[in-house]
């Protein structure tokens, strides 16, 4: 009931097009949902986030999508850049007052690959 | 500010060896957790701090892994006898510690550990 699942597990795109990768969730208490952006070498950074009372959420040309009824979650990068190319990941946390809050449960990763 | 600060950077030890890593938290953060990420995989959360005492550690394999949060600052993370299956990248990240809701967590660059 823990497991966040992403899709697809490697992206190949072209300079200017649209990237989406997909996460979906099993536990109902997940209320945070970050979206982490890794370089090879470097550790996960935050890139957006979103709470389960908004359906979706906009930073310059990064998109998370957010159905709270169908328990799935998408990132979208518009305009996509092969500075853009890196893995992805997609993560759950609980809320205060649980167990361990703030502990994130990833999804496996997804490859990007922006090609110019 | 300065990052969240890990070291060393990379270590190959042979298997039944021990091995320790260190890190030090962004200054403030009450939250550190310690995560494995094997290659190809979503890191996986090893064990959390709250300042000094443990919140969860029911993914640490206690048999051989250990973990100490001295005066709610620095950690270091011990794995004794190292197995193969031990190769990882061992990420730490810190947090502040929040009340209401959770908090962006900050990654470190990573140990990579290569077991032989």
């Known amino acids: 009931q823990q497991q966040v699942k992403q899709s697809p597990q490697s992206l190949i795109v072209q300079k200017g097009g649209i990237s989406i990768i997909n996460c979906a969730y099993e536990?109902?208490?997940?209320?945070?949902f970050p979206w982490y952006q890794q370089f090879p070498g470097k550790g996960p950074a935050l890139l957006i986030a979103?709470?389960?009372?908004?359906s979706e959420k906009k930073e310059g040309r990064f998109t998370i999508s957010f159905n709270k009824s169908a328990k799935q979650f998408s990132l979208h990068i518009m305009d996509s850049q092969p500075g853009d190319s890196a893995t992805y990941f997609c993560?759950?946390?609980?809320?205060?007052?649980?167990?361990?809050?703030?502990?994130?449960?990833f999804g496996q990763g997804t490859i990007l690959t922006v090609h110019p | 500010e300065a990052g969240v600060a890990q070291s060393p950077r990379y270590k190959i030890i042979e298997k039944r060896q021990s091995v320790a890593f260190w890190c030090n938290p962004i200054?403030?953060?009450?939250?550190l957790y310690w995560y494995q990420q094997i290659l190809g995989q979503g890191p996986k959360l090893l064990i959390q701090?709250?300042?000094?005492?443990?919140?969860?550690d029911s993914q640490l394999p206690k048999d051989r892994f250990s973990a100490e949060r001295l005066k709610g600052v620095d950690s270091t993370l011990k794995i004794q006898p190292a197995k193969l299956e031990d190769s990882a990248v061992y990420l730490c990240?810190?947090?502040?510690?929040?009340?209401?809701?959770?908090?962006?967590?900050?990654f470190g660059q990573g140990t990579r550990l290569t077991v032989v």
């Open positions: 701090f709250q300042n000094n005492g443990v919140v969860d």
């Open positions: 979103i709470r389960p009372d908004v």
């Open positions: 993560a759950a946390s609980i809320p205060p007052g649980g167990t361990s809050y703030g502990k994130l449960t």
């Open positions: 200054s403030g953060h009450a939250t």
């Open positions: 536990n109902t208490a997940f209320d945070y």
């Open positions: 990240a810190s947090s502040l510690a929040a009340a209401i809701m959770n908090t962006e967590a900050f």
